[in-house]
């Protein structure tokens, strides 16, 4: 595992210490990285870093609720003093309300928001100074299906996958001279904790998304490693800006 191409690299994964961003977080440590979770739940994230030591990885978990600036600029300065460097930031922490528009209060539009995109800002933004004094970095940010399709069910959910992809295209340009690049990930359906809990409040979401994705599977967190490495090495240095969908090609389906 040291020896892999992300060898003395070091990466935060935010949410990483369950589903997708755990996906990621193995792919990561799996081609030799180093490793920061982060998330709220200590428990989980005390088994997320157990698993990634028993990989043979340098993990540590460091706690932070990413809606919060003061936490999310902590978490950033805390792996660097941790580490000595930072060269990759995944902002994959993410959370869904299920109810439409005119049922959807102010309060909850903002949380989606802030757990969703601002933080995404705010782990960028942090990072930013870092990455360019270290000559460079990776920054991956985790869009949707919903950053390219409208739902009724979940439309704060929506306009923060939206603007992910914008945020994404926006750090990109800005920051391409300094060696950084800036990408989106668009999952597909993945068997995660977040869409078992979405299954439950969407009637029939089960074989609906089974009907239009062409591999004929829900994705599982793992499908979400090799981007995780291609997007956080030296194989994607030019490559910025873009949206990549990890679909089994839902998006392709008319
Ligand atoms: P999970 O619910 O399994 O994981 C979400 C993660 O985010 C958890 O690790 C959680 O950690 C963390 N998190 C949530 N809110 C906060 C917060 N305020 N501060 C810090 N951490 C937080 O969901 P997924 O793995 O499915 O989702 C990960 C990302 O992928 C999200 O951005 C989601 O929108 C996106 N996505 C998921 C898809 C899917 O099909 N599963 C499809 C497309 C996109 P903790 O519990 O410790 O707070």
Do not use: C
Request: glycine residues 14%.
């Amino acid at each position: 595992m040291a020896d892999g191409e992300l060898k003395g690299r070091v990466a935060v994964v935010t949410g990483g210490n369950g589903g997708i961003g755990l996906g990621m977080a193995r792919g990561l440590a799996g081609a030799g990285a180093s490793v920061v979770v982060s998330g709220r739940n200590a428990e989980k994230s005390r088994r997320a870093v157990a698993e990634l030591n028993a990989l043979g990885a340098q993990a540590v978990a460091i706690e932070a609720d990413v809606a919060d600036e003061a936490a999310v600029e902590a978490l950033i300065r805390k792996t660097v003093e941790r580490f000595g460097r930072l060269d990759v930031v995944v902002n994959n922490a993410g959370m869904n309300i299920r109810k439409p528009v005119q049922d959807l209060t102010l309060a909850e539009w903002r949380q989606v928001l802030d757990t969703n995109l601002t933080s995404a800002f705010l782990a960028s933004r942090a990072a930013y100074p870092i990455m360019k004094r270290g000559g460079g970095g990776k920054i991956i940010n985790i869009g949707s299906m919903m950053s390219i399709f409208g739902t009724s069910f979940a439309p704060a959910y929506a306009a923060s996958k939206g603007g992910i992809v914008q945020l994404t295209r926006a750090m990109a340009s800005g920051w391409a001279r300094d060696n950084i690049q800036v990408n989106a990930v668009l999952p597909g359906w993945i068997d995660t904790e977040l869409t078992q809990n979405a299954r439950k409040e969407v009637h029939g979401l089960h074989d609906r998304v089974l009907a239009r994705t062409p591999a004929d599977r829900w994705g599982v967190a793992d499908d979400l490693s090799g981007i995780a490495v291609f997007l956080g090495g030296p194989a994607s240095d030019f490559v910025t800006g873009t949206a990549i969908p990890v679909d089994g090609g839902y998006s392709i389906q008319g």
